[in-house]
């Protein structure tokens, strides 16, 4: 799942689900005039292609690798074949539905009520979860992408955390230096959305280890 490679087009049809191990896409709304903002950010900890199990056949977005890695795809006969057996497959499908549904939700609420400061530290810190490092590889360019602003909002805001020993920035490498003080940066919504997965999957009682954590 190579950098920039698109695995759905908005519109088109799916023939396959992506399980990212590695790797981290973005689903993202195209508008009218060709600009975009993410929606939400799927890593190791999820699927892409739900629209296949939720009655539709198609993706209202674009999904967009945003950081380059590998993952597993899935035929779709397989998937709903799987499904339809109302087994466990089925049940952690909804709930990671349901987990997504809270993501979108809350970067709609953050893309218009916070800072280019807080978004960015969101972003960071959401990609250093799945990653499991302290380093990442992104231009500004195509963070600016993701957060729908301008390139040189992103190149203000990544010298201050830089001179503020949060981050280490260098053609287009991004290392973590400080992770608490990345949160502290950060708005509630990083919280908030990470509380919520674990609630619906780690904190599921009457369920066992979580299928899509255990592909992964």
Not at 187 to 201: I, M, N, P
Request: hydrophobic share 40%; aromatic share 6%.
């Amino acid at each position: 799942m190579p950098l920039g490679d698109a695995l759905f087009e908005s519109g088109g049809q799916l023939q396959s689900v992506y399980f990212p191990t590695t790797s981290i896409v973005s689903l993202h709304y195209i508008l009218e005039n060709g600009s975009s903002i993410e929606l939400a950010g799927v890593g190791n900890e999820g699927v892409l292609g739900i629209s296949l199990f939720l009655g539709g056949n198609s993706m209202p977005g674009r999904a967009l690798v945003q950081v380059g890695g590998c993952g597993y795809r899935l035929k779709k006969h397989l998937m709903m074949d799987e499904f339809k057996r109302a087994g466990p497959m089925m049940h952690w499908m909804l709930r990671y539905t349901q987990a997504l549904i809270s993501q979108v939700s809350q970067t709609a609420v953050c893309n218009r009520h916070h800072s280019i400061e807080q978004r960015l530290c969101r972003l960071l810190l959401s990609h250093l979860d799945r990653l499991h490092s302290n380093e990442l590889t992104m231009t500004q360019e195509l963070i600016a992408g993701i957060l729908g602003v301008r390139r040189e909002g992103i190149t203000e805001v990544a010298g201050k955390l830089q001179r503020a020993g949060l981050i280490s920035y260098q053609r287009g490498h991004i290392t973590a230096l400080n992770r608490a003080g990345l949160e502290s940066h950060s708005c509630e919504c990083y919280y908030t959305v990470r509380e919520e997965f674990h609630h619906l999957f780690c904190g599921a009682s009457h369920y066992q280890e979580p299928a899509l954590v255990r592909l992964v």
